[in-house]
């Protein structure tokens, strides 16, 4: 039986790229053997469900808590320094044991025929000798990873160890083949296949689902419901976790929004927020293909995004299945939701237009495009 496994950062973390990367090798089980290798993990439990026929390694076991490269500086100008140093004194430790952890990987991959790798720092753990196939499969666009001097050196230091190149969008292929790479291919990120029950309301809830952190854009969330709570009768659901949740707090006790915003937490079934969602709201800095994306889409929500990646608009229909507007510009955005708020019968027609849209994301059509890679 082929077998391949899975390199990626924390298995522990909930994010986008986790959660594909737990729908694939779930749904790779039928014809192959699958492994996830971990590089370490920043919580004890895994919050997603994982095939029991799933190898599971953690290569670093300390615990670690990583954030974006925006929020240490914002912790710098907060003059909150000990995330810094605990991080740096985590990194020292992980550089220490660097040989022993790359050793340990590379004995784990000895029977393995093909390593995906969808965080991109895991290139410096595999040992090319084995002549093992690599894919790298980013998630996150090509002006992205262009832009990041240090991401810009991993790809360009690992540029002929990759065999196969596995991007979002038409345009990252484009770019990433201009850039010189001859074998990438597009493959969405899937569709989580669940079977939706109710039917959708209009509440007046506008919703968000996401990291509560700086590259999401917490601090536009917040300016734009407050200029839509100035003109309309509005609500605001919040599902998510992280480290502005206390910028969230004072923000709704100093503008006295306790009945209008609701904090959820971490929300494993997020249908029911859907389904009395006017729109989600999108407000990232940057973004890969965001799956709550497609998880609006079929619930016939539709998404109104800040332009956060490059093809944006091969996924967000100007109009048609939202709107896009250009990063910052937060009083466009409270006008476009305004005007889903008033025009119901518009909305539900441009919910009907995005769940007609999702067949390419099926988990079926991705499987088969990866099928045809492996």
């Not at 994010?15 to 089980?29: D, E, H, I, R």
């Not at 919580?43 to 240490?72: A, C, H, P, Q, W």
């Not at 229909?317 to 305004?338: P, R």
Request: aromatic share 10%; proline share 2%.
């Amino acid at each position: 039986m082929r077998s391949v496994a899975f390199l990626v950062n924390d298995i522990s973390a909930i994010g986008g790229s986790t959660k594909v990367t737990v729908q694939l090798a779930n749904a790779m089980t039928k014809q192959r053997r699958v492994k996830i290798i971990s590089l370490f993990q920043s919580k004890e439990e895994i919050d997603m469900s994982i095939s029991k026929e799933i190898e599971i390694l953690t290569l670093f076991n300390k615990r670690i808590k990583i954030f974006e490269v925006e929020t240490y500086i914002k912790m710098l100008k907060s003059f909150n320094f000990m995330p810094i140093i605990s991080l740096m004194l985590i990194l020292i430790q992980l550089l220490l044991s660097y040989p022993l952890l790359r050793k340990k990987l590379n004995q784990s991959i000895i029977d393995i025929d093909t390593v995906i790798v969808p965080e991109i720092y895991g290139l410096f753990f595999i040992n090319y000798k084995y002549k093992k196939k690599v894919i790298l499969q980013l998630h996150t666009n090509f002006h992205n990873i262009i832009a990041n001097r240090i991401n810009r050196f991993t790809l360009n230091l690992f540029h002929k160890k990759i065999d196969q190149l596995v991007v979002l969008t038409d345009n990252d292929k484009k770019e990433f083949e201009k850039y010189g790479f001859n074998a990438v291919k597009r493959i969405y990120n899937p569709l989580p296949e669940k079977n939706i029950e109710g039917m959708r309301e209009f509440n007046n809830h506008l919703l968000y689902v996401g990291r509560l952190d700086y590259v999401k854009g917490i601090d536009y969330l917040l300016e734009i419901f407050k200029l839509i709570a100035t003109n309309q009768d509005v609500y605001l659901d919040i599902c998510g976790d992280g480290e502005m949740k206390k910028d969230i707090e004072q923000f709704i006790k100093q503008h006295h929004l306790e009945d209008k915003v609701n904090l959820h937490g971490m929300v494993d079934n997020l249908t029911p927020y859907f389904l009395q969602a006017v729109a989600l709201i999108a407000p990232s800095r940057r973004e890969g293909l965001p799956l709550v994306f497609l998880e609006a889409f079929s619930h016939q929500v539709p998404v109104v995004s800040f332009r956060s990646f490059t093809s944006i608009e091969d996924i967000i229909i100007q109009g048609e299945t939202g709107y896009v507007v250009e990063i910052g510009d937060v009083k466009e955005v409270a006008s476009k939701l305004e005007y889903l708020l008033l025009n119901k019968a518009e909305n539900r027609l441009m919910g009907q237009k995005a769940l007609n849209m999702l067949e390419e994301f099926k988990l079926e059509t991705v499987i088969n495009q990866w099928n045809s890679i492996l």
